[in-house]
């Protein structure tokens, strides 16, 4: 059992004990343990074998013991006692957003709503307003909210689909029968959700395959050359069969949208048999196409016209921008986090942590920003001498308030070398209202990256609407980087923008948004989906050498 699915359940008994009113410092308890083990590297099974789990922060002898169970039995006494307390579709109305535990226990006890579709039912009878604090408002969003949560239902973000079909790509490659199983389709090209995972499989010999397929998958069916079904995840999943003399025009003609490939067949015809694909292109005269650029937008021509670009890498990368620390609401201490991104091969590496105005975070008071500052300029010293030395930038992701103003006093905002600008509240706006906050916040002079630009969470939360072009416009004429935050729940800017910020002369910044040392790591997900807005090295901010990045910081040039 992987550390997430241990935290999953220990948050879900942390919802259990508010659902049922219980001890809310139990429960709080829960939900620490949880984030301890998300964030923990080594496998918590180690951890139980070495008898060293209750060294980790918040896991007490208790504690250890339920994730022991959870661990050789899958759950545990409380957890189970809990679950049968409850509905099981409460679970479900508490993934309805803007409906935490304490709301979901009210519209159950109050109103007997205990599914989505009672939920919608009531909200359709207006019986939600009539609860105090609810209101037709509220009521409302709820309604939209339910309504979104189906259609979300049926995606999947990409990282979470790439890491359930990683593990089924592994199974097919051990089996005898196949030369070659990779992934395909919309799951190659980094789409950032997806609805199934495609797999193309080379092979001579399919019938044992599809043999193993109906003991492997969930509900498994064919037809043609494709077969179906779920993987334990709940990922859906379809395998495109090819002999090995048609693998590479198989997999060119399974990776591509229906705009690519009729691009590609309009410049040359529909491509032969080939076992390689780089062959399809070549046979076409063209340059090969990076998985990621194949959506239909031009990148047949620019192939033709030799104008393809060198797409941007994670060894690219020399700085780590946008990260927080236990200062706020991270989970290792700055000196862990600096030390992690130097092992990294990072060379700089900027710590943001919140502003006091966000206080859900523990947002860092002037005194707390102060005394960062001097662990900063301590650590600067001790880690230049380092194995692998690494530079902290002391940076801050300051709120951007409602009327588009930074969190602090100007002074204050001066001393930071960088400062990020986000919003984190007040998301019911207008696509003037949030606009008008994002450019005058773009304006203001400490501000040198805008933080996640939309605040949308994919599958959880839509962003609120912008006008891309005037904030676009503005980061330009203001020499404000754009992020893109590669956290997989955000991907935002959206990689559909991301051509017309370069195109405008503005950097784009990847940033993990790191709250932990794992998700140092999220910067893959941030570079894949940048690849397919055609971001190059020279158009990333974290892909500029130290001293650049300091001159930029200085006066704004590389």
């Known amino acids: 059992m992987s550390n997430d699915e241990v935290a999953q359940l220990l948050q879900e008994t942390a919802d259990l004990i508010d659902l049922t009113d219980g001890n809310p410092h139990r429960a709080r308890a829960f939900s620490r343990a949880a984030r301890s083990l998300q964030d923990l590297e080594e496998p918590v099974a180690d951890r139980l074998r070495q008898n060293t789990l209750v060294d980790v922060s918040g896991i007490g002898e208790g504690m250890a013991d339920h994730i022991g169970d959870i661990v050789h039995g899958g759950s545990f006494a409380l957890r189970d006692e809990l679950q049968s307390a409850v509905p099981p579709g409460l679970m479900d109305i508490l993934q309805v957003n803007g409906l935490g535990t304490k709301r979901t226990r009210r519209l159950?006890?109050?109103?007997?709503?205990?599914?989505?579709?009672?939920?919608?039912r009531a909200a359709n009878e207006d019986r939600i307003m009539s609860l105090d604090g609810f209101g037709a408002k509220t009521q409302q969003n709820i309604l939209e909210n339910v309504r979104q949560l189906r259609r979300y239902e049926a995606k999947w973000r990409l990282a979470d689909a790439w890491t359930a079909a990683h593990s089924f790509l592994q199974a097919l490659r051990?089996?005898?029968?196949?030369?070659?199983?990779?992934?395909?389709?919309?799951?190659?090209?980094?789409?950032?959700t997806v609805e199934q995972a495609d797999v193309l499989v080379s092979t001579a010999a399919p019938e044992p395959v599809l043999d193993w397929l109906d003991t492997r998958l969930d509900d498994p069916a064919q037809e043609d050359a494709v077969a179906t079904g779920r993987l334990d995840e709940g990922l859906?999943?379809?395998?495109?069969?090819?002999?090995?003399?048609?693998?590479?025009?198989?997999?060119?003609?399974?990776?591509g949208t229906p705009d690519h490939c009729a691009a590609l067949t309009k410049h040359a015809s529909s491509p032969a048999d080939h076992a390689d694909?780089?062959?399809?292109?070549?046979?076409?005269?063209?340059?090969?196409?990076?998985?990621?650029?194949?959506?239909?937008?031009?990148?047949?021509?620019?192939?033709a016209d030799g104008a393809l670009p060198e797409l941007l890498t994670t060894e690219d990368l020399d700085g780590c921008l946008h990260n927080h620390s236990t200062y706020s609401d991270g989970s290792h201490t700055l000196r862990e986090m600096a030390v992690a991104a130097g092992d990294r091969g990072y060379s700089y590496f900027g710590i943001c942590d919140h502003s006091q105005s966000l206080r859900i975070a523990d947002g860092l008071s002037p005194e707390e920003v102060r005394a960062q500052r001097e662990e900063v300029d301590r650590l600067n010293e001790e880690l230049a001498g380092h194995e692998t030395p690494v530079r902290i930038f002391h940076g801050i992701e300051s709120d951007i308030l409602r009327d588009g103003s930074l969190d602090y006093e100007k002074d204050l905002l001066d001393a930071f070398d960088f400062v990020v600008g986000s919003i984190h509240t007040g998301f019911s706006m207008t696509e003037d209202e949030a606009t008008e906050r994002l450019v005058r916040a773009v304006k203001a002079p400490p501000t040198r990256i805008l933080g996640h630009p939309t605040g949308r969470l994919l599958l959880r939360r839509e962003g609120y609407p912008i006008d891309h072009e005037r904030v676009i416009e503005a980061c330009a004429e203001h020499?404000?980087?754009?992020?893109?935050?590669?956290?997989?729940?955000?991907?935002?800017?959206?990689?559909?923008?991301?051509?017309?910020?370069?195109?405008?002369?503005?950097?784009?910044?990847?940033?993990?948004?790191?709250h932990a040392v794992s998700e140092l790591d999220y910067v893959k997900w941030g570079v894949a989906v940048g690849r397919k807005g055609w971001l190059t090295p020279d158009q990333c901010l974290n892909a500029k050498s130290l001293s650049a990045f300091v001159r930029w910081l200085d006066d704004g040039t590389s």
């Open 174 to 192: 051990a089996l005898d029968a196949v030369e070659r199983a990779v992934p395909t389709g919309p799951l190659r090209r980094r789409i950032e």
């Open 236 to 255: 859906p999943v379809a395998v495109h069969f090819t002999s090995p003399a048609r693998f590479g025009t198989a997999w060119w003609r399974t990776t």
């Open 479 to 514: 020499n404000v980087a754009l992020e893109l935050n590669a956290n997989p729940y955000r991907l935002d800017l959206d990689w559909r923008w991301v051509r017309r910020a370069t195109d405008a002369g503005v950097l784009l910044s990847i940033n993990p948004d790191a």
């Open 277 to 303: 694909e780089a062959a399809v292109y070549q046979a076409a005269g063209l340059s090969s196409v990076p998985p990621a650029l194949r959506e239909g937008q031009g990148e047949v021509q620019a192939a």
């Open 108 to 120: 159950w006890v109050e109103l007997d709503v205990t599914s989505l579709d009672e939920l919608e």
